[in-house]
C-alpha cells in the first residue's frame, strides 16, 4: 500500500479536488508499452508503469438522491480523478487493466492466475467498454442533475443497459433488443421470447389494470383494449371482459391484478393468446397453462417495479417501469 502522494511526490492540494491529476499517473497509465519512443520519454520523465487501475467513483448518484441534497454537497461529490484515470487506463486496454465495478474483481484474479499474474488482451477490452459506460453514465447523471437545477433544459440523454435481444422487431425480418430494468420489473415463467410487439403489449397492459384496484381481468390486442371487467371472481371478471368483444381477444394478451387462479387458467386456456401477465399464479394454473394445445405464447409474473420515461431519436418506446414488477408466461 502506498499513499499517492508518495508515489507522484506531490501533496494532496485543495480539499482533496486535486490528488490523483498528475503526469507521473496518467504517463504511467497512457504510455505504449513496445513503442521505443513511448517508453524513452516514459523514462526519461520517471513515468512507472500502473498496469491496473480499480476506481469505485465519488457516490455522485447516492447523494443527489438524497432529500434536501444542495447543490453545493452535489458539487464536491463529482468525482474528477477517478474518471480521468478510468479513461486514462481504458484508452491504453492494450496493455493496462481498468476494474470499475467490484463485482469484476473475481474475474480478474481468476484471469491472472491462468496467466501468470498477466491479463488477457479480450478481458481487458471487455473492461475498457465497461468502464467508458461508466464514465459516460456517471457524466450522464451529473449534466442531467445540473441541467434540472439551473433549468436549462439544453438537452436530454440517457444510458441503459441492454436487458434482453427480442424475438424480432416491429416486423418478423427486423432486429430489435430492449433496454432498461425490465427483468426487475417482470420475470417470464414459461414461453418463447419475447418480440418488439410484446414488450409494447406488456407495457399497455399493465399501464392499464394499474387503473383498477378491484379484482380485474383485461384483454388487449395490439395494445388497444378488446375488454375489461371487474369482479371479486376473477373468473367472472374473466366473462364479463370476454362479452365485450369474443374474437378480437384471439392471439391477444390477458392480464389481471390478482394472482391468477387454477379455475380461470382453465378458461382463458379455451382461446390462444400470447401473453397472460398477472402478479402471481397458483401452481395447479401454471400446470393447466402448460399442458394445454392453446398454451400462451409467454406467460410472465409481474410485481412492484419502476417506470421508465425514454425519448430519444432513435426509435426508443417507453415501457413500464417503476410503479410496478411483473411475472409473464409465454
Not at 147 to 162: G, I, M, V, Y
Not at 235 to 255: L, S
Not at 275 to 284: L, M, S
Amino acid at each position: 500500500m502506498r499513499e499517492i502522494s508518495s508515489f507522484t511526490a506531490f501533496p494532496e492540494v485543495l480539499d482533496g479536488r486535486v490528488k490523483t491529476l498528475h503526469p507521473r499517473v496518467h504517463g504511467g497509465l497512457l504510455y505504449k508499452r513496445g513503442n521505443t519512443k513511448h517508453e524513452a520519454e516514459a523514462r526519461e520523465c520517471g513515468f512507472d508503469p500502473i498496469d491496473l487501475v480499480a476506481v469505485n467513483l465519488y457516490p455522485f448518484e447516492a447523494t443527489v438522491a438524497k432529500h434536501g441534497v444542495t447543490l453545493a454537497e452535489a458539487i464536491e461529490n463529482i468525482d474528477i480523478g477517478g474518471p480521468s484515470m478510468i479513461r486514462s487506463a481504458a484508452k491504453n486496454y492494450e496493455s493496462v487493466t481498468v476494474i470499475i465495478d467490484p463485482a469484476d474483481y473475481d474475474a480478474v484474479l481468476e484471469n491472472m492466475g491462468k496467466h501468470d499474474g498477466e491479463t488477457t488482451l479480450k478481458l481487458r477490452e471487455r473492461l475498457a467498454i465497461k468502464a467508458f459506460n461508466r464514465t459516460a453514465e456517471y457524466d450522464r447523471v451529473i449534466a442531467n442533475f445540473l441541467n434540472k437545477q439551473q433549468k436549462t433544459d439544453a438537452s436530454f440523454s440517457l444510458s441503459l443497459p441492454l436487458a434482453m435481444r427480442l424475438r424480432y422487431g416491429e416486423n418478423p425480418h427486423q432486429n430489435a433488443a430492449l433496454y432498461g430494468d425490465f427483468d426487475k420489473c417482470f420475470e417470464k415463467l414459461q414461453g418463447k421470447e419475447l418480440s418488439f410487439n410484446n414488450i409494447l403489449d406488456i407495457s399497455a397492459a399493465t399501464n392499464l389494470i394499474a387503473e383498477f384496484e378491484e379484482p380485474t381481468v383485461a384483454i388487449l390486442k395490439h395494445t388497444n383494449p378488446c375488454g375489461v371487467g371487474s369482479d371479486p371472481d376473477l373468473r367472472k371478471a374473466w366473462e364479463k371482459a370476454f362479452a365485450t368483444d369474443k374474437q378480437a381477444p384471439f392471439g391477444g394478451i390477458i392480464v389481471c391484478n390478482r394472482p391468477l387462479t387454477e379455475s380461470l387458467a382453465k378458461v382463458i386456456s379455451e382461446i390462444f393468446s400470447e401473453v397472460i401477465i398477472a402478479p402471481d399464479f397458483e401452481i395447479e394454473a401454471r400446470a393447466v397453462l402448460q399442458k394445454k394445445k392453446s398454451a400462451p405464447d409467454s406467460v410472465i409474473d409481474a410485481a412492484e417495479g419502476s417506470e421508465t420515461n425514454d425519448r430519444s431519436a432513435l426509435g426508443l418506446r417507453r415501457c413500464v417501469g417503476s410503479r410496478r414488477r411483473c411475472r409473464w408466461q409465454s
